[in-house]
């Protein structure tokens, strides 16, 4: 009865707070967001192995599987999603949403270094990164340089001082460089002197290696 009675005996009053609880409604109907199923990111790992020249049969048996026996072992791994292509290995790796993807991350390194013995001596590095393998990049940067640098000394730049500070910027999964300038080296080979010499591709590879 309060309510009517303050309705009859003072209107104003009753009218102001009409007016405001409409107004919350309003705000509330433009400002709040609607969503029909809550906003989750899924903690994914992805590891991705170059093997160039590799075909992808040799791809899956040799560098997909070692890795994939290793890391099904990690706790709080909810699937695992694998492709073997030709001259590369990609891994998924989805936990649970309860796991932290940086501990996530942490765990997956330290299974991948333990299996790098086993994998063929020319292969790259794999790449441990906090997203879905397969994900495409939403920002690209161009970097020019008017001091006289040249294309490797920019090269060089980036990698030391610019994606170092990139990486730690929040939300930042991972940074790729393309376009650089790497030391390179072109050797053109005697096919005569090296049979005089009693020597194969091979031995001059594995000399540059050594």
Do not use: C
């Not at 309860?98 to 991350?105: E, P, S, V």
């Not at 006289?148 to 790729?176: F, K, N």
């Amino acid at each position: 009865m309060w309510l009517s009675d303050i309705s009859v005996k003072r209107p104003v009053f009753a009218t102001v707070i009409s007016l405001l609880l409409v107004s919350l409604g309003v705000l509330s109907f433009l400002e709040l967001p609607v969503r029909e199923y809550p906003d989750i990111s899924p903690a994914v790992v992805s590891v991705r192995t170059d093997y160039p020249g590799a075909s992808a049969a040799v791809v899956e048996t040799r560098i997909t599987q070692v890795m994939e026996s290793e890391i099904s072992g990690i706790s709080g791994v909810k699937s695992i999603s694998s492709s073997s292509v030709d001259g590369q290995s990609r891994i998924n790796i989805e936990f649970d949403l309860d796991r932290d993807i940086d501990n996530a991350a942490n765990d997956v390194r330290d299974r991948v270094s333990m299996v790098q013995n086993r994998l063929p001596e020319d292969v790259e590095l794999p790449r441990v990164m906090k997203q879905d393998s397969d994900a495409r990049p939403i920002l690209w940067m161009s970097l020019l340089d008017n001091t006289g640098r040249s294309h490797m000394d920019l090269t060089d730049y980036v990698d030391r001082y610019v994606v170092d500070r990139l990486e730690t910027i929040s939300g930042v999964s991972s940074i790729r460089t393309m376009g650089g300038g790497r030391p390179s080296m072109r050797i053109w080979i005697d096919r005569m002197a090296l049979a005089a010499r009693n020597l194969t591709v091979v031995d001059i590879e594995n000399a540059l290696k050594r």
